[in-house]
């Protein structure tokens, strides 16, 4: 059997390994257009994260659950440069990232794409079981479990099924044949743990790839998620570590594993510190003419056009990201005033919705 070790990536998660993953032939990804596919899945799926995390981020009332807010808050940053790092790999492979085009953002309550429909995820405010889902969209895959190219139960399997595919098709013949110019670097943008990651050949490509999965679930199986190492970072928990602290309330320490659980000082969470935000908000809640109707249409809007300055960037403007990072501000700043509207006698206020509307002109 053939032994796999991409020598620039030696330190990362589960790419060092004896011969092939286990994976059913009819399941491989075996063409070109397939891996493209499933590339621009991946960017759709680092996309389905983020607006849930940035509900739960926006509904912590100001000045309040300061050490939650951080954490939810780094993860949004490493989920934008996962949707980078999955579109260099793509771009390098002659795809071309689909960004701004009304399905790309899912309806909200969700099942990830592409999954196995274990779970849905919704836009929540700040809660304990908005945690629980959290952790079930990071949950670290089981140390055998295959690679899977669709319906796969955790984001670990989707990505070393994409991985064999591209090793597959490398064998095969050269198949980054991209314009290195449509590369996002790090000129761009610097994603906190980590870093952007251009595409060439097939060491990058895993090199990418293994940065998602590590910053997500650990590397080796451990709680931290390897940038340390790579870059030469501060030493930093994977996702799903991250977010556990919050839901136990209580820090990891270096010498924490994945059984033991966080051990560490306490992390005070005010479950209450929040503006109690109706769950998973739609345009169609509120009449058309309304104040509050306008209000989360041009909240709609502002959210498009950031998905299309992040489409002009994934197709050889790279400059535009550098617009999408300051629209993000007006994001924050539009959905936290939505967060103080009370919509009903409960208390209960509007949010952002997320949906797609059509750009202006």
């Known amino acids: 059997m053939t032994i796999i070790k991409p020598l620039i990536i030696a330190n990362r998660h589960r790419l060092v390994r004896e ?91 969700t099942f990830l794409p592409h999954s196995d429909k274990s779970f849905e995820v919704g836009l929540q405010k700040f809660s304990k079981p908005t945690i629980d889902t959290f952790l079930r969209i990071e949950l670290p895959a089981k140390p055998k479990a295959p690679p899977e190219a669709n319906r796969y139960h955790t984001i670990g399997q989707f990505y070393e099924a994409i991985e064999d595919g591209l090793i597959r098709l490398s064998e095969e013949k050269n198949i980054f044949t991209g314009d290195r110019a449509r590369q996002i670097t790090t000129e761009y943008y610097y994603g906190g743990g980590g870093g952007v990651i251009p595409v060439h050949d097939l060491d990058s490509a895993l090199k990418a790839l293994s940065e998602i999965v590590g910053q997500g679930e650990g590397v080796y199986h451990t709680i931290f998620d390897g940038d340390h190492k790579l870059f030469g970072e501060k030493i930093e928990y994977a996702h799903y570590f991250r977010f556990n602290e919050i839901h136990e309330e209580r820090y990891y320490t270096k010498r924490d594993t994945p059984k033991s ?66 629209r993000m501000y007006d994001v924050k700043y539009q959905a936290i005033e939505l967060m103080k509207i009370p919509v009903n006698e409960e208390g209960m206020t509007a949010g952002p919705s997320f949906e797609y509307v059509p750009p202006k002109g």
């Open 19 to 109: 011969g092939r993953p286990r994976i059913p032939e009819a399941a491989r990804i075996k063409t070109l257009p397939s891996l493209r596919r499933h590339l621009q899945t991946a960017i759709e799926l680092e996309h389905s994260t983020i607006p849930p995390y940035l509900c739960a981020l926006y509904s912590i009332e100001e000045g309040d659950n300061l050490p939650s807010s951080e954490i939810i808050q780094s993860v949004v940053v490493e989920e934008m440069l996962h949707m980078i790092l999955a579109s260099n790999v793509l771009n390098a492979i002659g795809g071309q990232p689909s960004i701004n085009h009304p399905r790309f953002i899912p309806e909200y309550p």
């Open 261 to 326: 659980g966080p051990t560490g000082k306490r992390l005070p969470v005010n479950w209450d510190g929040v503006y109690d935000m109706r769950p998973n908000p739609k345009m169609k809640d509120y009449p058309k003419g309304t104040e509050l109707r306008k209000k989360i249409y041009d909240f709609n809007r502002i959210y498009v056009s950031l998905l299309d300055d992040l489409h002009r960037a994934f197709n050889g403007e790279p400059k535009q990201l550098l617009n999408a990072v300051v």
